[in-house]
């Protein structure tokens, strides 16, 4: 495979912003679309071309935008209509196509199909959402925990029925099988499309197919409770609504569309995308529950050694390596910061950074930046369950007292996973807030801001920023690292992930020391090929430094 065989966004990097934390234009202390706009030069420098923007649509943001009141219209927090045609119509101009997040599973209760669906159960949209009858006793219609803690279905007075939310009660789930709401949704899709959009990534999506039947599943934790992700994700018949989607969305469209899986696994990832596939792209989190555990309980991390990290890694890329194509990330909105999640070790944070971007940057498929990595933020201090924001963690919080576990052991398990991790305002430069707003942010701004913000970094040629300037223009210059195959190196190592890229006229190899003690390696590994990138400048033949990073080539 060349370059020239690929599609323009299997040819760049994808960024995701997080409006609300980017960069305040109104003093209100949230970020707003023009906010991104202005930094637009600052994505282009990054070899950024795709965009992905979570949720701006007006919403109560009970989960900051991931609880949609009106798909076509923008929140007055995040500015206008005409704020967002400006940023898709700019970046166009710099090269970088925006992504919308599509929140289809569910919506905000204070959405009109909801506000209608729960007036009665005889409404023209009575069947929008999930409805069921109490158990005779009158209790919940099944066992199930949300995604966000507690049970899984909240109670109407008006329908007296209980309805279903994977997420939080504020977020009541869509019924797919009706097909005028499966239409109100791709009308939704075809608007933004229509607009010029580069693709979308479309959340939560393993959940909209139900069950059948629903029955109680069995109990998992001291609040009596059972998992509603083990009993609702990637229900049998969940692709049949997914090709339709793509027919009446995506068919003949210049766009890309990246689904959240969490609940499928590499083994089926060529059902889910690639020619017969539905999706473009498929974030799967095979790699993510390595440290947090299967079951996603933070009170409950998993054991984790790097070489689970890599079995992982490596089977995505063995499932997309001839049909599909991978999305690479580490980070996300949800995610805690990468140099924490994926090290056991010790050692300067921005030596974790560059050795991990050096594994993102180089991987086979499209590297997903998310804001903040590029400068290798750690998590952020938290002292108390107050400062958190995230309807996640406060449900975490309790889940963890729930299960025997002291306050300070509930704070410290929300610390490491807490969502807000990545949520707390990008850091521009040295002044009052970090450059983020001249109001007060929404989120502590980090303390660490006066020496780790943009503008320190552009003017420090050894900053993570630069590393990963220089890897991106890298990665952009060369066909084997952009349509080269993946082939792992070292696999029972467990302090250096290691791999080739072979293209068609050239071949890489990327070695990075994940431990913080010194690595050897079999110097033949990287006969004949020239350094290309190296964290700490100078190599020595056969060995790694601590958190080291190389990539050798073809001269
Ligand atoms: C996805 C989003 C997350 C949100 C959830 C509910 O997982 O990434 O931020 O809370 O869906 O919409």
């Not at 409950?300 to 001839?322: G, I, M």
């Not at 910061?337 to 050096?358: E, H, M, Q, W, Y």
């Not at 002291?406 to 807490?418: K, Y």
């Not at 003017?459 to 952009?476: E, G, M």
Request: with cysteine; proline share 5%.
């Amino acid at each position: 495979m060349k370059t020239s065989d690929l599609a323009w966004w299997q040819r760049t990097i994808a960024y995701e912003a997080y409006p609300k934390s980017f960069l305040d234009t109104r003093g209100a202390g949230t970020g707003t679309i023009a906010g991104i706009t202005s930094k637009l030069d600052y994505l282009a420098k990054l070899g950024v071309g795709a965009l992905w923007i979570t949720p701006c649509y007006r919403s109560p943001m009970v989960d900051n935008g991931y609880d949609v009141q009106d798909y076509y219209a923008i929140d007055p927090s995040f500015g206008t209509m005409a704020d967002m045609d400006e940023l898709i119509a700019r970046g166009r101009e710099h090269g970088i196509r925006v992504v919308m997040d599509l929140v289809f599973n569910h919506t905000s209760e204070a959405c009109a199909w909801f506000v209608e669906s729960r007036s009665s159960r005889d409404n023209p949209r009575s069947d929008w959402y999930v409805w069921r009858d109490a158990k005779p006793d009158g209790s919940e219609p099944t066992n199930w925990r949300s995604i966000f803690g507690g049970s899984a279905w909240a109670w109407c007075e008006e329908r007296q029925q209980y309805y279903l939310h994977t997420f939080a009660p504020q977020q009541p789930d869509l019924n797919w099988e009706s097909p005028e709401v499966r239409r109100a949704l791709y009308d939704i899709a075809n608007f933004w499309a229509d607009k010029g959009v580069g693709g979308f990534r479309i959340d939560a999506i393993t959940y909209i197919k139900k069950p059948a039947v629903f029955a109680d599943g069995p109990v998992d934790g001291e609040d009596g409770l059972s998992s509603v992700h083990n009993a609702t994700a990637n229900g049998e018949g969940i692709l049949d609504f997914l090709h339709e989607f793509k027919a009446a969305v995506c068919d003949g469209r210049d766009i890309f569309t990246v689904g959240e899986a969490n609940g499928v696994g590499a083994d089926e990832l060529c059902r889910w995308v690639g020619k017969d596939g539905v999706f473009d792209l498929l974030f799967e989190f095979s790699h993510t529950h390595v440290p947090m555990g299967e079951a996603e309980i933070w009170c409950k991390p998993a054991q984790w050694r790097l070489t689970d990290l890599k079995r992982v890694l490596t089977a995505s890329q063995e499932a997309t390596a001839t049909n599909g194509w991978y999305p690479a990330f580490f980070e996300n909105h949800d995610q805690p910061r990468s140099t924490v999640n994926f090290f056991r070790c010790d050692g300067p944070i921005d030596a974790k950074a560059k050795a991990l971007g050096t594994v993102l940057l180089m991987q086979r498929g499209t590297p997903f930046l998310y804001q903040g990595e590029e400068l290798g933020y750690g998590n952020a201090t938290w002292t108390s369950p107050e400062q958190f924001d995230d309807v996640q963690t406060r449900g975490e919080y309790e889940f963890a007292l729930t299960e025997g576990f002291t306050p300070e052991q509930a704070l410290a398990a929300c610390s490491r996973f807490s969502r807000d991790n990545a949520r707390t305002p990008m850091q521009w430069d040295a002044s009052a807030n970090a450059g983020f707003t001249t109001g007060t942010p929404w989120l502590p701004v980090h303390p660490d801001y006066q020496q780790m913000n943009v503008a320190a970094q552009e003017a420090d040629p050894n900053s993570v920023l630069c590393w990963y300037r220089r890897l991106a223009a890298l990665r952009l210059s060369r066909d084997e690292l952009l349509a080269g195959s993946y082939e792992e190196l070292m696999a029972e190592s467990e302090q250096v992930y290691a791999y080739r890229r072979q293209g068609e006229d050239g071949a890489a190899v990327v070695l990075a020391n994940l431990s913080d003690q010194p690595a050897a390696y079999d110097a033949a590994l990287v006969d004949g090929l020239a350094l290309l990138a190296g964290t700490h400048g100078t190599v020595r033949p056969g060995a790694l430094r601590p958190l080291e990073a190389v990539v050798f080539g073809t001269r």
